[in-house]
């Protein structure tokens, strides 16, 4: 049995310029999860957010407990314009924070009840097919209203800042000085609502961590502990008030730098913490190779890497942003311990974030590497076709 969370999901094999997804949209030709491991004899199931649009509501899966909310599978598919004087109407996805009851909350406990009815269901069911159930959170995601129970844990006077949470806009790249200014991010809020924005993250976190516990628990204390995998991770990080920014839209850490866990049962020998770079592209075939099926597709099983059989700490990783804020397309490769930032139209930046972990420095103007990486990352696409093909959709 496979359980896995996402908040919210990357459930395609591709990259977003392969599938020719820059928006949300969902069609027929992209093979999600649920075709792949619906093909290898497992009950697919969705329950809750999965950011993707479309008619077809199933996407390869065999059941769906619950759709995304209305707001969130309303789309026209077609990809942003991203005009230079587009931006957002306000910054309250900064200053519309602190305590109360959201609509999000409520549908993140509807996930989690959901969940645990199949689950009880499947714990005594007597066909014993195996199951992947995806369940997808609405939280963290802003707006940061969170519930008072959880708020309570965190002091906003007593937080530690971001030592970049004020940076000057002027010492920015061209790059972000225009995503912060799309943003509304241009000039950072005062210091007292970005530490209650901070407390209202932290507290949505944790209320996210109260909902994923309840599931845990419920397999833990059932049958299904034996043979279940549990998986969790998330398609964006939250830069959080770093270089300024608030939500994601860009290649720092905070940003890119996501959960990837793998819990496995006890007749499992695979453990430990990975060093290398790893993608939200290894989670298929490392459901596959759970599921002892194969197939040919991007990315490399997690269990291989965790069984020293993948151990390339080279291995390239890769990121493409193509939305608001950005007025050409940005690629992200990382490779080792260094990060190349590539914007069509602008310099690059190169970052080392185990020495740099502010990502502060850039060092594209001082190393020979910037021309090696790029050319590596033209293996995996043209930057300039993808922009342009991406523009002309």
Not at 19 to 42: F, I
Not at 62 to 90: A, I, Q, V, Y
Not at 115 to 144: I, V
Not at 287 to 313: T, V
Request: charged share 20%; aromatic share 10%.
């Amino acid at each position: 049995m496979i359980f896995g969370i996402k908040n919210p999901p990357y459930i395609t094999k591709e990259l977003a310029y392969q599938n020719e997804s820059t928006e949300d949209e969902y069609c027929n030709r992209h093979k999600t999860w649920g075709h792949y491991l619906g093909r290898a004899g497992y009950q697919t199931v969705l329950c809750g957010r999965t950011h993707l649009n479309g008619s077809d509501r199933l996407m390869g899966f065999s059941d769906r407990l619950l759709d995304d909310l209305p707001k969130w599978n309303k789309s026209s598919g077609c990809p942003p314009t991203r005009k230079p004087n587009e931006r957002r109407s306000s910054n309250s996805h900064v200053t519309e924070c602190g305590s109360g009851l959201h609509i999000h909350t409520n549908y993140d406990r509807q996930v989690t009840e959901l969940a645990f009815d199949f689950l009880n269901q499947e714990s005594t069911n007597a066909s014993k097919q195996p199951f992947l159930l995806y369940c997808g959170y609405m939280r963290p995601h802003f707006p940061l209203i969170a519930p008072a129970e959880f708020l309570s844990g965190y002091d906003p006077n007593k937080l530690e800042l971001p030592s970049t949470w004020n940076r000057p806009l002027n010492c920015q790249h061209p790059v972000i000085q225009h995503l912060r200014w799309a943003w509304r991010n241009e000039s950072p809020p005062p210091e007292s609502i970005v530490r209650l924005a901070l407390a209202s993250y932290y507290a949505l976190v944790s209320a996210l961590d109260s909902q994923i516990s309840r599931i845990v628990n419920a397999i833990d204390s059932s049958p299904l502990a034996d043979n279940t995998i549990i998986i969790y991770t998330s398609d964006h990080g939250e830069m959080a008030g770093h270089q300024g920014i608030w939500q994601k839209q860009c290649f720092y850490q905070p940003s890119v730098q996501v959960p990837l866990m793998l819990r496995l049962p006890a007749n499992y020998s695979e453990t430990g913490r990975v060093s290398q770079n790893v993608s939200l592209l290894d989670i298929l075939p490392t459901l596959l190779d759970l599921a002892e099926e194969s197939a040919d597709l991007p990315g490399c099983s997690l269990l291989n890497i965790a069984r020293n059989e993948d151990n390339r700490i080279d291995r390239p990783v890769f990121a493409e942003y193509h939305h608001m804020g950005m007025l050409n397309a940005g690629f992200m490769l990382k490779k080792g311990f260094h990060k190349l930032c590539y914007y069509v139209g602008h310099s690059p930046q190169l970052f080392d974030p185990r020495t740099d972990p502010t990502e502060s420095y850039n060092l594209a103007s001082r190393s020979n590497l910037v021309s090696k990486m790029v050319a590596e990352l033209r293996l995996i696409c043209n930057p300039e076709e993808v922009d342009r093909q991406a523009k002309a959709d």
